[in-house]
């Protein structure tokens, strides 16, 4: 393993991972009811298409928005609309859904467009089915695809990376569909490449992930596609450690991927938009791994989108004694669940149940000044004086610091012999923060 492939600072937390990435990517079947949230992604939310009392197919757009950084969003199942209601929505408060009967017949809607080969496609129009197709960043940020995919002029890209480090404990759904489906993913980094007019591409997986390596290998023998192993540690699959990692190349404070000429996208979405290509299919369902040990059978399932919660932990054996926590996506930068019934987005990496005695309480204690978060902290920032002025609303001591800069990885309140609440503050700080700046820009 090459050094280069790594970056300073970091953690290395319990994996988990053993619990589920042996278990195949099993197709759970379509629940009776969806709930399709009309906000699944970074940027506006979308408005809907259709109303109660109608039939939708399978694949038909029913929510769509103008606004640039958004995408459309679709049906899940066919069946009859009941009407727009408001559910729990996994991050943040909650959201108006689409619910929809399932008519078990999964009529595919007629509307689509015929399946395309990439050399028949130019760029934009790769670019255009990718965006009516509503994929986003399936790594769990949501980023709508076709944004990544159209830089401004004056940020010329010259590098695409897939991101397949899944570097979160317990998730290991990115690794069963890179072990299982390969060919998919080498696909959809060649259609991703040709709208972006790169020719180098790099596909980054952690090396405690072997079988995916040498499958990826195998399935872009041949391309121009490069796959490299990066070190085991987290967060490797952050966007400017990945970039540091593979090309050695800095994204300064405050910039993007596209300023350093790299654009980064997760190998799941890569997937997903070869697939759309190759069969005409929207986004109507993603890859979620149920796990943690208070879950009865840790799996892989391919869920339709809308399916709630419960449904997932029951199709996993339901949980393992008294469940305390429920965390939506990886347990560092996951959300905490405060109910099952919550449906499914383009953003659920995960579900992962914890019990009772895998949940620690602890009051945080004075810092003793050790310094530990400091010499974690990728972004190379000074975590223990941010969420000081944070905690003390003093927010621009706090940027002065740089608390923009932080990607809320939690590798400081990790390692923090303390406990003390330091991603907390400091993502309450950058929330304000930027809520501050808004209102004096306006
Ligand atoms: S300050 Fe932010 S970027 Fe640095 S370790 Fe803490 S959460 Fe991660
Ligand atoms: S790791 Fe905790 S105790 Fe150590 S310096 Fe940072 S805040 Fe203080």
Redo the contacts with the bound molecule.
Sequence with gaps: MSKRHTFRGGIHPPEGKELSNHRPIEVLPAPKVVAIPLRQHIGDQCTPLVKRGDEVFLGQKIAECDALISAPIHASVSGTVKGIETYPHPVSGTVDCIVIENDGEDRICPDLPEPADIAHLSRQEIIHRIREAGIVGLGGAAFPTHVKLTPPADKPIDTLILNGAECEPYLTGDHRLMVEHPDLVVYGAQALAKALDVTKVYIGVEVNKPDAIEALTKAASGTNIQVVGLGVKYPQGAEQQLIKSLLNREVPPGCLPRDVGVVVNNVGTAAAAANSLKTGLPLYQRIVTVSGEGITQPSNFLVRLGTLFEELIAAAGGPKGTPRKIIMGGPMTGFTQYSTQVPVVKETTGLLVFAEDQVKATEPGP????????SVCPQFLL??TI?KFAHAGMLEEAAEYGILNCMECGS?SY????H?F?VQDIKIGKQELIAKRRQQAS
């Design positions: 810092c003793i000044k050790c310094g530990r978060c400091v975590p223990v969420a400081c390692v923090c012999p303390a003390r330091l």
